[in-house]
C-alpha cells in the first residue's frame, strides 16, 4: 500500500506515532494457500542524543538499542536487515539517505519497523496541505538549525514512505513538535521552537515539481498509536536506571510481554499500564495520554 500526502500528514501530525497494519507471517501461516513468498523483516532506526546546534537528549540511544534487541529476540527480525543510524551519523543527509535505501530494498512482503527518537519541530506549510495550523510537523536531524540545513518535514517522509510497496509497515516517532524543556527531575520533552527560517524551506519547495501536491486522498490502512495527544509532549527522562523517551519505555515493555501475535489493541492496553507506572514513579499529577486510531476492523487483527 501507498500513503498519500495527506494520509501520512495526518501520522505526523501527532506527537509520537506507530503505525501498524498487522503481521504478514501469521497472515500466511493462517491462509497456507498463499503462493506469495515470505517476505523480509526490515528495521531503521534512528536516534540523536547529541545534537550540534539544539539542546542534547539522553535517552534517545538507549531506545533504539532496546527496540533493537525486542525485534532480535521476540519479533524475528535479523541482525543484517537492522540498520541504526545514530548522532554524528543522523544529519539531514545521513537520515535521507537510510530512509531512500529503506525504501529501495523493501518488497511487497516485506515488514517494515521504522523508529525515530529525538527532537520534533514545525515549520510553516508552504504547499497549502495544512488547512488548520498552517504549519508542517518536522524531524529534526542532527545537524538541525545549522546554517542552510533543514528540518526533514512530513511531506519528504510521505514522498519516501509512499514509495513503499509493503503491505506492514510499524512507524514510531517518539518526539513531539511544541513546548520548551523543563529540567525537573531531568525530565525534558522531545521539542524545539518553530524553524523559522522559511527562505531555506521556499528555495527547496520551489525546486520541486508543481504538481507535487495534487495527490488523490486515500483511507489509510494504517493503526495509529500515539505517545501523546496533538496538543501535548512527549517526555525523555530516567527510567530503572536508565535515560529513555517515556513512550518508546512504555512501547518496548509492552511489546515485550504482550504475545507476537497480540492486536493493536492488546499492545496499546500495554503501553497505557507502563505510562500509569511511570507516572506514579515520578508522582507526576499528569503525563501525556497515548492514543489510538485505526479502521474497526485493524484494531483486532495480529
Not at 534512528?46 to 521476540?74: C, F, H, W
Request: proline share 6%; charged share 25%.
Amino acid at each position: 500500500m501507498t500513503l498519500s500526502q495527506r494520509s501520512f500528514l495526518s501520522l505526523l501530525m501527532l506527537v509520537s506515532l506507530v503505525a501498524w497494519t498487522g503481521d504478514s507471517d501469521r497472515a500466511q501461516a493462517q491462509s497456507p494457500s498463499v503462493d506469495a513468498p515470505a517476505g523480509t523483516k526490515r528495521a531503521l532506526m534512528i536516534g540523536i542524543n547529541k545534537y550540534k546546534a539544539v539542546p542534547k537528549l539522553q535517552g534517545s540511544l538507549n531506545d533504539i538499542e532496546t527496540m533493537r534487541q525486542i525485534l532480535l529476540t521476540r519479533w524475528g527480525f535479523a541482525d543484517k536487515n537492522i540498520t541504526v543510524v545514530t548522532d554524528e551519523a543522523a544529519t539531514r543527509a545521513g537520515m535521507l539517505a537510510a530512509l531512500e535505501q529503506l525504501a529501495k530494498d523493501a518488497g511487497p512482503n516485506d515488514t517494515i519497523y521504522f523508529h525515530y527518537s529525538g527532537h520534533g519541530s514545525q515549520v510553516e506549510d508552504l504547499n497549502g496541505d495544512e488547512p488548520d495550523d498552517h504549519l508542517d510537523e518536522t524531524l529534526v536531524p542532527q545537524d538541525g538549525r545549522t546554517v542552510g540545513v533543514m528540518d526533514i518535514t512530513d511531506d519528504e517522509l510521505d514522498a519516501i514512505f509512499s514509495r513503499m510497496p509493503v503491505k506492514n509497515a510499524f512507524i514510531v516517532l517518539d518526539s513531539c513538535h511544541s513546548g520548551t524543556a523543563t529540567r525537573s527531575l531531568d525530565i525534558r520533552t522531545r521539542s524545539i521552537p518553530q524553524d523559522t527560517r522559511i527562505d531555506i524551506y521556499k528555495k527547496a519547495e520551489d525546486a520541486k515539481p508543481k504538481t507535487r501536491a495534487i495527490v488523490p486522498v486515500v483511507t489509510s490502512r494504517y493503526v495509529v498509536m500515539t505517545g501523546a495527544a496533538s496538543h501535548q509532549e512527549a517526555l525523555d527522562g530516567p527510567v530503572e536506571g536508565r535515560y529513555h523517551g517515556f513512550f518508546s519505555y512504555a512501547l518496548s515493555k509492552s511489546l515485550s510481554s504482550t504475545p507476537v501475535g497480540a492486536t493493536p489493541r492488546e499492545i496499546f492496553r500495554g503501553v497505557e499500564v507502563e505510562l500509569k507506572r511511570i507516572q506514579t514513579h515520578f508522582g507526576r499529577a499528569s503525563m501525556p495520554e497515548p492514543q489510538l486510531e485505526a479502521p474497526p476492523d485493524l484494531l483486532e487483527r495480529p
